[in-house]
């Protein structure tokens, strides 16, 4: 009773963190030269934000409060930073008009997902794990997995340690792997299985801490945060976040920390994705071009906004083949010829774009597909996808198998909706089978 007077009362501690960012924000761009942005699209832009705060504020779970982030920052936000500084990515052509038209459907698809998000309907229940608890036989088991599998990526990686501590640069090597799929199965199965074995060992097993904390370091070091893809630390290492800032006993509090989920993705966002960035292409040489900060969002990591408007300059709806190559992404295109590209990558060579490795956001996707009905329908669809995902995170906050896949399915929310989705969707399917894959095994050995 007294934890809801607080909550009801005053603001928590990561409510100020989120309003405080959200003002620092804020007097940039007041103290930038602002008659340089059309008032009718600033306006817009400015609705957008509302409405994604208003998302956050309405969400029961971590779904659609990391959406509103999503849209407040890379829907919202840096569109006007970018439109303040004249920023038009990799060489596009991007009219007034066409800013406008756009983020009038964004206001229409924030609409929609509210509404999707609050519409009454039975709840669907996901499969309920069973508990898992590790004996120490099961953790001499799970030890020995981790041994087995560590060796693929020792292998593929000429058993350089530097390829595990840094993504790239001048103390890196080349992978020694045959082909591409398997790259894909060392660096997105093997390498997050061998850490999510990490954790349930530190979670679930009855052995002494010392035991957990040797296997943790090394499910540590093959997922290295500085080592792996970017998104993949947001996925993988959410759960710590979570408990240390979230667990009472033995549940994760969640209800009680309003805007933790906005306030830590947008402080992730600006400077901890800034930092490892140097770790891509690591050297020992001053680097003239870090930006952190701000400053960071005015990159080409974030132009989902401009690759959303181009996708809107394409007139040729693939009617549903785009979204069958997601969900088929594991046929291998030797066998499936026609296969669908990245979307942002076909939007890239559609506009005569210079760079083709960009991102393209989920409204893009929902057009590209099935035109404007696309974004109407597949926004509101979206909107009750969360509920389905929040209403099941918040129904067992209890510690176990179930919580840690939620979380880690969290935390690739914002990455999912930047898309390209042919892709990622295949990458969080991945980390889903890995935890379907230590269940399995908790049951076969129970």
């Known amino acids: 009773m007294e934890g809801k007077l607080r909550l009801k009362n005053y603001l928590s501690l990561f409510q100020a963190i989120f309003i405080a960012e959200i003002l620092c924000i804020a007097t940039y761009l007041m103290i930038v030269q602002v008659y340089r942005i059309d008032f009718s699209l600033l306006l817009i832009q400015s609705i957008i934000i509302f409405l994604a705060l208003f998302m956050s504020r309405i969400s029961v779970g971590p779904g659609l409060e990391a959406a509103g982030v999503f849209i407040l920052l890379f829907m919202g936000i840096i569109p006007i930073l970018e439109e303040f500084n004249g920023i038009i990515y990799w060489g596009g052509s991007i009219s007034l008009d066409e800013k406008v038209r756009g983020s009038l459907w964004l206001i229409f698809s924030a609409l929609l997902m509210s509404i999707g998000y609050y519409l009454p309907f039975k709840n669907v229940n996901f499969y309920r794990f069973k508990e898992i608890v590790y004996s120490k036989y099961d ?79 090394i499910a540590i070091f093959f997922a290295f945060p500085t080592g792996i893809y970017r998104f993949l630390v947001g996925i993988l290492y959410i759960p710590f976040i979570y408990i240390i800032f979230l667990k009472k006993k033995n549940t994760i509090n969640f209800k009680y920390k309003k805007y933790f989920i906005s306030s830590f993705l947008i402080f992730s966002l600006i400077f901890i994705f800034p930092i490892l960035e140097i770790f891509r292409n690591f050297t020992f040489e001053k680097y003239d071009d870090f930006t952190i900060g701000i400053e960071y969002l005015m990159t080409g990591h974030y132009d989902a906004y401009q690759m959303f408007l181009h996708a809107l300059q394409t007139d040729s709806p693939t009617f549903g ?82 919580s840690l896949l939620y979380m880690q399915v969290s935390g690739s929310i914002v990455i999912l909706m930047r898309g390209g989705l042919l892709s990622e969707f295949a990458y969080v399917v991945s980390i889903i089978i890995t935890w379907l894959v230590i269940y399995a095994d908790s049951r076969i050995f129970k």
């Open 321 to 402: 083949y785009g979204f069958l190559g997601v969900i088929l992404f594991f046929y291998p295109r030797s066998i499936w010829d026609s296969k669908p590209i990245n979307s942002g990558m076909e939007v890239a060579e559609l506009t005569n774009l210079s760079f083709t490795n960009v991102s393209m956001p989920i409204f893009g996707e929902f057009y590209l597909n099935f035109s404007y009905v696309g974004i109407l329908f597949g926004s509101l669809f979206l909107g009750i996808i969360f509920k389905v995902f929040d209403k099941n995170f918040t129904s067992d906050l209890r510690l176990n198998i179930r």
């Open 139 to 217: 953790y001499l088991r799970i030890f020995i997995y981790i041994l087995l599998l560590s060796y693929f990526p020792l292998k593929a990686n000429n058993f350089n340690i530097y390829n595990f501590l840094l993504k790239g640069g001048e103390l890196t090597s080349d992978l020694l792997v045959n082909s591409k799929s398997e790259f894909l199965m060392i660096d997105f199965f093997i390498r997050p299985l061998i850490f999510n074995l990490g954790l349930a060992i530190l979670f679930f097993s009855q052995v002494h801490w010392l035991k957990k904390f040797f296997l943790l370091l």
